[in-house]
């Protein structure tokens, strides 16, 4: 009998087959995060033995964790497959994207203009994301197959029904798919997954001393990226890191959990969401959402 991490490993694998089959170009979104690096493994399983037929790209912000993107390009090469990456300071430099000021100013927003003009650069009629509809409330209004419009914009009124497991991609000129084959999965069944299949992550995933900017009763983690305020404190502290985001708009969670087990556990008795540590999601009630709309992943 199988279990469920197998139901949900049968599904994905079900949607990654999907994509190949009804679309010309799809790309799959890579970030060297924890999803997508689940993602990547149920590419490689959907596929065997034969190579994972998808261009991976990365929309680089420039703000990223070193640590994320060392371990990006060590797992690429593992795979075998070929990387993509466009960066956000060229949208800057081209004037295509303003840089944000202040205290909060982050880059994260800014990744959409970067993403819809690479889409249009290789022709990409599908997009495969790791989101996850227990992340947020704007994600669980995603269907599997999310149509964007010819703008890339995304209108939650107009998604399309997925019932008995029926995916459909036909879309018109000009529109776009994003498709995220572990939609139906939790933070927890990540990590059972991470486990099972003892995958490698990233060290910030795990805890580690780090120097640190405490801001508004949060911690950030210390960089150039930073714009520092008077009330800032510097600090240092043992940490780990639940979502891998920018350093920028990712908190970190003190913590000593050194271990999958260990984060697990953690995790399960947090009282707050795996998106808490965005310090971008919460701009306003409907911040992601909003970002969704204008085409953001």
Not at 129 to 153: L, N, T, W
Not at 237 to 259: E, H, I, P, Q
Request: charged share 30%; glycine share 6%; net charge negative.
């Amino acid at each position: 009998m199988r279990n469920y991490l197998e139901e949900l490993e049968n599904e994905s694998i079900y949607i990654l087959r999907e994509v190949a089959a009804q679309f010309q170009k799809p790309v799959l979104l890579f970030s060297g995060g924890k999803d997508s690096i689940t993602v990547a493994r149920l590419a490689q399983k959907a596929f065997y033995p034969a190579k994972i037929p998808f261009v991976f790209m990365h929309i680089d912000t420039g703000h990223n964790f070193p640590e994320t993107i060392t371990f990006r390009d060590q797992l690429i090469e593992e795979l075998g497959v070929e990387l993509v990456v466009r960066y956000v300071q060229d949208s800057i430099n081209s004037n295509k994207a303003q840089e944000e000021t202040g205290k909060y100013a982050s880059r994260n927003s800014l990744q959409t203009v970067t993403l819809l003009d690479a889409i249009e650069e290789f022709g990409f009629d599908a997009c495969i994301g790791g989101a996850r509809r227990d992340e947020e409330k704007s994600r669980a209004k995603e269907r599997i197959f999310s149509v964007r419009d010819d703008f890339g914009q995304w209108d939650a009124k107009k998604q399309r029904p997925e019932m008995f497991t029926i995916l459909n991609g036909k879309i018109n000129f000009g529109e776009n798919v994003r498709a995220f084959p572990i939609s139906n999965w939790t933070e927890e069944d990540v990590w059972s997954y991470i486990k099972q299949e003892n995958l490698a992550l990233p060290s910030i995933y795990f805890a580690h001393e780090r120097k640190l900017v405490k801001r508004d009763g949060a911690f950030l983690a210390h960089s150039d990226y930073l714009n520092l305020v008077d009330t800032d404190e510097i600090v240092n502290d043992v940490v780990r890191f639940r979502t891998v985001g920018d350093m920028t708009c990712t908190a970190a969670l003190v913590s000593n959990a050194a271990t999958i087990e260990e984060v697990m556990y953690e995790n399960k008795a947090s009282k707050s969401s795996e998106r808490g540590a965005r310090i971008d999601d919460k701009r306003s009630e409907a911040a992601l959402e909003q970002r969704k709309k204008g085409g953001y992943f």
